[in-house]
């Protein structure tokens, strides 16, 4: 067999991430079509005199988007619902992660804390609203607790599911080499775990949006956020500035949960699988 040169088998090629990207935009960009033609549906359903209820796409425009006075509140008014998001966020994030941990660490603590969240999540925030107005009043500080009510349940959870799932040999590994407790969680734990939390973040940060405008519904008072507008905007019958600001509180929602995932996949596509589409 001399001169004969072996050539081993090309591996097959992945698929472009061209066309993976291009794939990717077609379920949301199909669901804003079906969303335009029920809205236009609807519209077109209602009598002459009520359909200012439901402005046209030029109405719209011309009520909200193009006024500068319009576009000014709508920015004015997107930035106090995310300071409130946020506040909410900086106290459910770090509560939850430690939270987590501990119940990673104790077995019993687990076993007394999970039935407390499950009621946590279980219970209407809603129903304790009026709780919130007796003893906290109208202000700040109870919007910032009930968006830490909306997004605490995700953080962990699922950091106490990556915790769990990390490989037994690993850690009997660092036990081995005599690594303490607090050790195996920084260098193995965590690091494991970290793929699993930024899908709780994700999930949390699109709910402190939604907190934030659900909390402006009951505590109208101060600065008004989207929330605010919303209700105001509806008082007023100014239509075309309720649907604006219900747009942009859903791309603020949307904008986020993209952002953990990006966020997600840049941190984590290199060397775990599920941050990113290696082997697909």
């Given amino acids: 067999m001399s001169g004969v040169t072996y050539h081993p088998p090309r591996p097959p090629r992945p698929p472009r991430r061209r066309w993976t990207r291009v794939l990717a935009i077609v379920p949301p960009l199909l669901l804003g079509i079906v969303l335009a033609a029920l809205y236009l549906y609807g519209r077109h359903a209602l009598e002459d005199y009520?359909?200012?209820?439901?402005?046209?796409?030029?109405?719209?425009?011309?009520g909200a988007f193009a006024s500068p006075a319009v576009r000014a509140e709508l920015l004015r008014a997107a930035w106090v619902t995310a300071r409130i998001a946020l506040s909410g966020l900086a106290i459910s994030i770090p509560v939850g992660i430690v939270l987590g941990v501990l119940m990673f660490r104790s077995l019993w603590i687990e076993r007394a804390v999970s039935p407390y969240l499950v009621a946590l999540q279980s219970i209407p925030v809603l129903a304790i609203i009026p709780l919130l107005q007796s003893l906290l009043g109208f202000g700040f500080l109870p919007k910032v607790l009930i968006v830490a009510l909306f997004t605490f349940f995700a953080?962990?959870?699922?950091?106490?599911?990556?915790?769990?799932?990390?490989?037994?040999?690993?850690?009997?590994?660092?036990?081995?080499?005599g690594a303490g407790w607090f050790t195996t969680l920084r260098k193995a734990g965590m690091p494991f775990a970290l793929p699993t939390l930024f899908a709780g973040l994700r999930i949390s940060a699109s709910l402190a949006v939604i907190g934030a405008i659900v909390s402006e519904l009951f505590f109208v008072s101060g600065d008004g956020g989207l929330g605010q507008m919303l209700v105001n905007a509806k008082i007023d019958f100014l239509y075309e500035q309720m649907y604006?600001?219900?747009?942009?509180?859903?791309?603020?929602?949307?904008?986020?949960?993209?952002?953990?995932?990006?966020?997600?996949?840049?941190?984590?596509?290199?060397?775990?699988?599920?941050?990113?589409s290696a082997g697909r």
Avoid: N
């Fill in 50 to 62: 009520r359909r200012f209820l439901m402005p046209s796409p030029g109405e719209l425009w011309e």
């Fill in 155 to 177: 953080i962990p959870t699922t950091l106490l599911l990556g915790l769990k799932s990390l490989d037994p040999g690993i850690r009997d590994l660092f036990r081995l080499e």
């Fill in 244 to 276: 604006a600001a219900l747009i942009v509180s859903a791309a603020m929602s949307m904008g986020v949960y993209l952002l953990f995932g990006w966020l997600g996949q840049r941190l984590f596509a290199h060397w775990h699988m599920s941050g990113g």
